[in-house]
C-alpha cells in the first residue's frame, strides 16, 4: 500500500491524519510544504482542494482529516477508528464533527496571532520537518508568508479575542466528552485523534498551558500526542486571557 501524506509544519489536523495512519501501523512517506506555498504545490499534484493533510493513496487523493478517517477504515478496518454500536459511533462523529468544525479554526487564528507578534517562533514549529530551504533563513525572511497567512485565517485580534473568550466553553465540552467514555478511551477513535493534536498544539503557547494541562481534556491530549514541535512564550494580551481565569476561578469555587 503506497501512501503519500503532504502537511505543514505545525498543522494540527495534519497531525491527526499521522496519528491515524500510524494507529493503522499503514507506513507512509511525509511530504512538508511551506505554509502558503502549500496551496500551490497542492494544486499542482491534482489535488480537489488546496488544504492539508491531503493524502495519496494507491492512486486515490483525499483530503481533510474526517474524509481521510473514514477511509482508512474503508481499506483497513482494524483498528477501527469508529465504534461499530450505532449510538456509541454517532457519539465519536459529533465529538469529530466538533474538533473539526468548531475548534480546529480558533486554534489555527490563535496560534497566528501568536507568530505574527514573534515570527521568531516559527523555527520551533518547523523542527523535524524537510521543507527544502534552510529554517533560520526562512523565518527571518517570512514576515509576508505571516502577513498573508494572518489575513487569510483570520487572526486578526478582535476574532482572535473573541476565540478565547470562548475557549472555555470548548475546554468544557471536551472534558465532558472525557469522563462520559466518548473520548479518552483504551483505544483512541477518530474523535481522540481529531481533538487531541489542536489542545496539543494550544499546549505549546505560555499563555495557555496551565489552564490546559492537569484537566480531562489536557490528559487526554498529552497521552495522544506526547509530542509537538513548538514554543511560543507568553505573548497574548493579558486581558484575553480573562476568561480562562474566570472559568477556572469558578471551578474552583
Not at 507568530?115 to 520551533?124: G, Q
Not at 494580551?237 to 474552583?252: H, M, N, Q, V, Y
Request: hydrophobic share 45%; glycine share 8%; aromatic share 4%.
Amino acid at each position: 500500500m503506497a501512501a503519500t501524506l503532504y502537511v505543514i509544519p505545525g498543522s494540527h489536523p495534519a497531525m491527526t491524519a499521522r496519528l491515524m495512519l500510524e494507529q493503522k501501523g499503514i507506513r507512509y512517506r511525509r511530504v512538508d510544504l511551506m505554509p502558503v506555498i502549500s496551496k500551490l504545490a497542492l494544486k499542482a499534484l491534482r489535488f480537489p482542494g488546496v488544504t492539508v493533510p491531503a493524502l495519496r493513496i494507491d492512486g486515490r487523493r483525499i483530503q481533510g482529516s474526517r474524509q481521510i478517517a473514514r477511509e482508512l477504515d474503508r481499506i483497513q478496518p482494524e483498528p477501527r477508528l469508529f465504534p461499530p454500536d450505532p449510538g456509541a459511533r454517532l457519539a465519536v462523529e459529533e465529538a469529530e464533527r466538533f474538533g473539526d468544525e468548531d475548534l480546529q479554526g480558533p486554534v489555527r487564528r490563535i496560534l497566528w496571532n501568536a507568530i505574527r507578534r514573534d515570527r521568531s517562533v516559527l523555527a520551533s514549529y518547523a523542527r523535524g520537518t524537510r521543507l527544502g530551504v534552510p529554517i533560520g533563513p526562512a523565518v527571518k525572511a517570512g514576515k509576508p508568508l505571516v502577513a498573508l497567512a494572518t489575513r487569510l485565517n483570520k487572526a486578526d485580534d478582535v476574532t482572535v479575542h473573541h476565540d478565547l473568550a470562548t475557549l472555555p466553553g470548548m475546554l468544557k465540552r471536551i472534558d465532558d466528552w472525557c469522563e462520559e467514555g466518548v473520548l479518552g478511551g483504551e483505544e483512541p477513535n477518530a474523535a481522540d485523534f481529531q481533538i487531541a493534536p489542536s489542545l496539543r498544539l494550544l499546549i505549546t503557547l505560555d499563555d495557555l498551558r496551565p489552564w490546559i494541562v492537569g484537566r480531562p481534556a489536557g490528559e487526554m491530549a498529552m497521552r495522544i500526542v506526547p509530542e509537538f514541535p513548538g514554543r511560543t512564550p507568553a505573548i497574548l494580551p493579558g486581558l484575553w486571557l480573562e476568561p480562562l481565569r474566570e472559568a477556572a476561578t469558578a471551578k474552583s469555587a
